[in-house]
């Protein structure tokens, strides 16, 4: 695959990412399938935070200065330090989905970028800017599969009734 591809796919992302988190209730929002698991309200901050922190900091960190010590990230202390639970759910989607264009503008700016750049954490070892890029489209997937198993079973727990006229989840 193609670095161009793989741009792509996260600029096309983001309208996955739109319709995916469109049309929910309150309820849903707020709901988690088990107490220590996400509700979609925790999801969409992580997104948020991820996409300016992490991916594009990262992959931009490791573009101009692969030398310099990268700015440390705290995503699972993130969700009660910056109170995710109290943010408004669809202004937390219009800010991760600006985000994301920003993103991808960025990244579709980039002239000749060298892809084989690599930072050297003192834990993760050598990090490319093509390993970020690759790890932030295997994120969004990532992401996908959760969201989908979150509407899953939500919609299992919420009718008494079969679900294998459906298909095996």
């Known amino acids: 695959m193609k ?3 793989i741009i792509e796919k996260l600029n096309l992302n983001k ?12 309820e849903e929002i707020h709901w988690k ?7 979609m ?4 901050c992580h997104l948020y935070d991820e996409e300016r922190e992490d991916f594009r900091a990262r992959l931009k960190h490791t573009l101009e200065i692969p030398d310099q010590p ?3 990230i705290y995503p699972q202390e993130w969700v009660t330090e910056r109170k995710y639970m109290e943010r408004n759910f669809q202004e937390m989607v219009s800010k991760f989905l600006e985000e994301r264009e920003q993103s991808t ?6 002239s000749s970028p060298q892809w084989k750049n690599v930072h050297h954490h003192p834990k993760g070892g050598e990090l490319s800017v093509e390993m970020f890029l690759s ?3 295997a994120h969004d997937y990532l992401h996908f ?25």
Not at 41 to 44: N, R
């Open 105 to 110: 503008e960025w990244l579709q700016s980039l």
């Open 70 to 72: 990268m700015p440390k």
């Open 41 to 44: 309200l925790e999801i969409v």
């Open 15 to 26: 309208d996955v990412f739109k319709d995916l988190f469109e049309g929910l209730s309150e």
């Open 33 to 39: 399938p088990q107490p220590e698991k996400w509700c």
């Open 3 to 5: 670095h161009s591809d």
């Open 145 to 169: 599969r959760q969201i989908t198993f979150m509407k899953y079973h939500y919609l299992k727990t919420h009718f008494d009734t079969r679900f294998d006229y459906a298909g095996n989840w």
């Open 135 to 137: 790890n932030w489209l």
